[in-house]
DNA sequence: ACCTGAACACCGTTCAAGT
DNA sequence: ACCTGAACACCGTTCAAGT
């Protein structure tokens, strides 16, 4: 049977899981799926776009922030995080495939949105959308690339799980705090 | 006569500024310095270590952030955003050499003291502070992509420069605020 | 339409051998 | 000590040729 384009992405995925971003070549991906890898091109325009697909999904499974909005944008950073979380490297990926304008699923323009119903004036509301994915990703990119380092080298001791989970819920709580004080009151 | 590391570390920086991280790779850099490629490694261990220490130079020509802690740390973010747009790709570059734990330069760390002499609890000072920096990197990585991306591409008239400037001012007015908000009053 | 085989134009890194 | 020449083990992508 031919290939399909959602074999091609779930394979990709599988390897990304398995093995991280730095091992997920166009070759290897083809080993994969028993195929040589100029093979792939029949299903997928380039590395990049591949890439792109798959920070899209990542972002598709996040469950769009609801109303009201403080509790509403606390879950969805969590949900976030742990969306990305789920899948080895993919903060990393996600960040790239936005930065590169590949990225279908505009992470920021929900919570835009519901920033704006609840007050917030336009340019406000995306500004602060913005710096709370930025935050979110920033912060596990790194703690991605701890769990990377972790991995195969010493588990250094001093920053535990715990703490990081810790400065996430700090982080939030300090933006949601900015936020509130640029809402009409 | 010899090469020496100060030597390769301007010319990859040159590399950089005229060409892009996408070209800067140990062949060019030995093409640019007379030298094949294999020389290189008399004088950096490897490629890594080779961005980390363009990285930490970035970082050290930001002036430190002081007291008055808030437009300390106005001044701060600015700074480091004008440092990370003097050189082509380079919050891309601090990002990832952050991230692997290669950065000597802890650009958290003086502005974490400082929030620490102003009040603010240990560890909330030193979330508040990555919480920046996180947002100062992503959105100037967003900036200089979208840079990238109109260096040989249509110039998408949807965003000019003075809304990212406007919305980088509002980010980290937003964070300032929440800070504020965590301060004993 | 889908895939193979083979090539093209690259990578980072190592290392014997020369000076 | 520093560098060359050459290799090793890879990359992403293209494309004639087969089915």
Partial sequence: MALTRQDVLAAAVAILDEYGLADLS??????????????????VPNKQ????????GVLASVPRPAAPWRP???????????ALLAH?????????????????????????????AAGLPAPDAAA?????????LGHVVQEQARLEWERFGKPDPDRAPTATQASFTLGVGLI???IAAHLPR
Same sequence: chains 1, 2.
């Fill in 72 to 82: 509403g944008l606390a879950a969805w950073a969590a949900d976030l995080r742990a």
């Fill in 49 to 56: 776009t591949l890439l792109a697909w798959i920070a899209d």
């Fill in 26 to 43: 166009m070759r290897r991906l083809g080993d994969a799926l028993g195929v040589r890898a100029g093979a792939l091109y029949h299903h």
């Fill in 88 to 116: 080895r490297d993919s903060a990393e990926l996600v960040a790239s495939a936005r930065a590169m304008g590949l990225a279908e699923n505009d992470a920021a323009a929900d919570a835009a949105a519901l920033l704006g």
């Fill in 128 to 136: 602060a959308a913005s710096t709370l994915v930025h935050f979110v």
């Fill in 176 to 178: 949601l705090d900015g």
